[in-house]
Every structure is written in C-alpha cells, then in structure tokens.
C-alpha cells in the first residue's frame, strides 16, 4: 500500500509567489492533518480535516495560508503571498480517526522561500 | 500554559547499551501522549500512543511509560541499534479537541 504522498519534494520560490503544496492520503483514512517544522519552531499544527471538513485551523499562522480538502483523496495547502519566513518542511499525515488514532505522515515537502 | 519538554536536548550511546529519554508536560485536560522517531530528511514515524488509563506499552525494542499524576512519560529503548540515530518527538494532546502541544525532541546518536 502507498504511504501519504506529498508533492511537490522540494519548492523553491520568490517572495510574493503563490505556493501550492499537495496531499494524497492513505485511502480508507478520514482525518488529515497538515504540519510545518522549523529548526526554530520544531513541529506545528496548522491544521486538520475530518471527513473532508475542515476541524481546526487555529495553527494556520496569518491569512496568507489556506487549505481545502475537495475530496477524501486530495488535500492543498497554499500560502500566497509566499515569504522568507516560511521556509520549512511542510509535512502531511493521515489517520483513520481523529482521536488516538495512529497518524501515517508523508515524506514532506522542503519550501524555500527566497 | 501548555508545555512539552523533553529530555536531554541531545544524547550520545554506544551501540548495544539501553537508554531512557523523558518527557515532562504540563497540558491538562489531557488525552493522549505520543511518542515519534523521525529520521534526518523524514516524516515522524509513530512508536506509541497512550491514553490516560495507560501506564506502559512497547513497541519491540521502545517502551513507553506514562504517569498522568506526575505528567511524566519516558521512552526507553533497549539493545540500541546504529539505526535508532534520530529525533525522538514527545506530542501530548488535550481533551476534547485536537490542540497538540509538540517537545522539542530529543536528538539520539548511537555509535558503533
């Protein structure tokens, strides 16, 4: 079975460029949750998705960040305008569940923002 | 405030020898601890999940233990193997919802 799948790997961009980053979750999982780490930060919660709706996104950071989830396969994170600040590596997981609930994560997504 | 601290912020063991690491937290209502080995260049990969009612579980050579009086867990690991090199993330969630409150990880070298 394949893991989460995230694309792209790596994203280099300019500041004020839009970013679409990209989740494909376990099938037959119904939660997803998006995450960010930093070497400063370490990992953050951006937010997550139950059935395709969105739960909680109180660890979105500004209004430059939005995700959707239009179908139980496909989940977007995007940040226009993009800034230095937001490099980091962009994780996606998924779960079965939301509580308790083992989560699957993906391999990540390297955002440079120059 | 919520906190997760782990400890020690980095630690260094010869291969074979066992090793404990901590994690004290400070989140209430609590619901769950987890613990995480993420590999360089990788996703976190989960190795326990415990619930209030839980005091102990393993996963092979990992044992997690929890105490929800103290707010304190530990991941020991036994017969270290030159793969167990990496981050070892301690993540508790509250009650109720989903807020999770991330360690800073505890950064694990095992030598030859």
């Known amino acids: 079975d394949a893991g989460v799948i995230q694309s792209p790997r790596h994203e280099v961009t300019e500041m004020g460029q839009e970013v679409t980053l990209r989740c494909k979750p376990i099938?037959?999982?119904?939660?997803l949750f998006w995450y960010r780490q930093t070497m400063m930060r370490g990992l953050e919660l951006l937010i997550y998705?139950?059935?395709?709706?969105?739960?909680?996104d109180s660890g979105m950071p500004e209004d430059r960040f939005s995700a959707k989830m239009p179908n139980a396969s496909f989940s977007t994170l995007k940040i226009q305008p993009s800034e230095p600040r937001d490099s980091a590596v962009y994780f996606c997981?998924?779960?079965?569940?939301?509580?308790?609930?083992?989560?699957?994560f993906g391999p990540g997504t390297r955002l440079t923002v120059t | 405030k919520n906190q997760v601290e782990q400890s020690p912020q980095s630690l260094i063991i010869l291969e074979g020898k066992n090793c404990t690491l901590q994690c004290n937290y400070t989140v209430s209502p609590f619901s769950n601890l987890r613990w995480y080995k993420q590999d360089t260049g990788r996703g976190p990969v989960s190795l326990t999940i415990m619930t209030f009612s839980e005091n102990t579980k393993s996963n092979g050579r990992y044992t997690a233990t929890l105490d929800a009086d103290t707010k304190q867990s530990s991941l020991h690991i036994t017969a270290s193997q030159l793969s167990d090199s990496a981050s070892y993330i301690c993540?508790?969630?509250?009650?109720?919802?989903?807020?999770?409150?991330f360690g800073a990880g505890t950064r694990l070298f095992v030598k030859a």
């Open positions: 997981a998924s779960s079965l569940g939301l509580v308790s609930y083992e989560q699957y």
């Open positions: 998705f139950n059935n395709n709706v969105p739960i909680d």
């Open positions: 993540v508790v969630s509250e009650e109720g919802g989903f807020k999770t409150i």
């Open positions: 099938s037959g999982h119904n939660s």
